[in-house]
């Protein structure tokens, strides 16, 4: 697969947009992203935060598969009927997979988990811990991560959302703090939004059951520098779209000239392996 025809940019409408082949020697590249959130940002309006407006920009994009969250989630306190509409509007959307929200500091929370994987058919479920008041030392985390474990799903850990800069005065929300996952629970857990840290960073690449994504990577080489810390087969493409621009995190990974095999993993296999 020749990357220069993995993304060519075009102009319309006086604004650049990123047009994927998905030619490849190994058959079509089926893009996933591993970070989308559906619904509305409480706190303003953003672009394609209809999920109609972002199924069409991602099949501009060539993207054919997604791990959807629910912005609904982070503020909600009812988090059953927050799942049951976030697994609703992905059956109209098969190209769209639930990340159904867990708040562990509400009650009933162990029945919203079962759920999720009885009911909804869920693959992994979304935690919020900055949002919903709790630490990842805390013990409602570790019986969390217990639970999804026993059933079958993987979490996905948000550690950021929102630059603080940027948060309303009123509700300001710190990063997750991560250290506590250095303890290897042995579950599979993907971390979204991470800001690299260089010491922290080379700890979490210890603990094999931990993943990443890319959507918080900067800079031009961004990615290509993750991946000598962290193995190529834990970092998975992600967007946190609509949050963010879907194709800022293509344009990333593009320019980090990755090898096409590496190409592939990080855009496809790793999550499809994740799946499994």
């Known amino acids: 697969m020749?990357?220069?025809?993995?993304?060519?940019?075009?102009?319309?409408?006086?604004?650049?947009?990123?047009?994927?082949?998905?030619?490849?020697?190994?058959g079509p590249l089926g893009i996933v992203d591993t970070n989308i959130s559906l619904f509305r940002w409480p706190f303003r309006r953003l672009p394609l935060d209809e999920t109609s407006?972002?199924?069409?920009?991602?099949?501009?994009?060539?993207?054919?598969?997604?791990?959807?969250?629910?912005?609904?989630?982070?503020?909600?306190?009812?988090?059953?009927?927050?799942?049951?509409?976030?697994?609703?509007?992905?059956?109209?959307?098969?190209?769209?997979?639930?990340?159904?929200?867990?708040?562990?500091?509400?009650?009933?929370?162990?029945?919203?988990?079962?759920?999720?994987?009885?009911?909804?058919?869920?693959?992994?479920?979304?935690?919020?811990?900055?949002?919903?008041?709790?630490?990842?030392?805390?013990?409602?985390f570790s019986q969390l991560l217990t639970l999804a474990n026993d059933a079958g799903m993987f979490v996905q850990i948000a550690a950021v959302f929102e630059d603080v800069r940027t948060q309303p005065d009123l509700l300001r929300v710190a990063d997750t703090q991560l250290q506590p996952l250095l303890e290897n629970h042995g579950v599979t857990i993907q971390i979204l939004n991470y800001r690299p840290k260089r010491d922290l960073l080379e700890k979490l690449a210890e603990v094999p059951s931990i993943y990443f994504d890319t959507a918080r990577i900067d800079q031009t080489d961004g990615v290509a520098?993750?991946?000598?810390?962290?193995?190529?087969?834990?970092?998975?493409?992600?967007?946190?779209?609509?949050?963010?621009?879907?194709e800022a995190s293509l344009i990333r990974?593009?320019?980090?000239?990755?090898?096409?095999?590496?190409?592939?993993?990080?855009?496809?296999?790793?999550?499809?392996?994740?799946?499994?």
Not at 101 to 129: A, F, T
Not at 233 to 243: D, I, K, M, N, Q
Not at 255 to 271: C, K, W, Y
């Open 53 to 140: 407006l972002l199924i069409e920009k991602y099949r501009e994009l060539g993207i054919v598969k997604t791990f959807a969250g629910s912005f609904e989630g982070i503020l909600q306190r009812d988090i059953s009927a927050v799942n049951t509409r976030l697994a609703a509007e992905c059956e109209k959307h098969p190209q769209l997979l639930p990340m159904g929200s867990i708040n562990p500091m509400l009650p009933g929370w162990e029945e919203d988990v079962k759920r999720c994987q009885e009911i909804h058919g869920m693959s992994g479920i979304r935690l919020y811990p900055n949002y919903h008041g709790y630490t990842l030392a805390d013990r409602c």
């Open 2 to 26: 020749k990357r220069r025809e993995l993304l060519k940019t075009t102009l319309a409408t006086g604004a650049s947009t990123v047009s994927v082949s998905k030619a490849s020697e190994r």
């Open 225 to 246: 520098q993750f991946l000598k810390t962290i193995p190529p087969e834990r970092v998975l493409f992600g967007t946190h779209a609509p949050f963010l621009l879907p």
């Open 253 to 276: 990974v593009h320019e980090s000239g990755l090898p096409d095999a590496t190409l592939r993993m990080v855009m496809q296999s790793n999550a499809e392996a994740l799946l499994r």
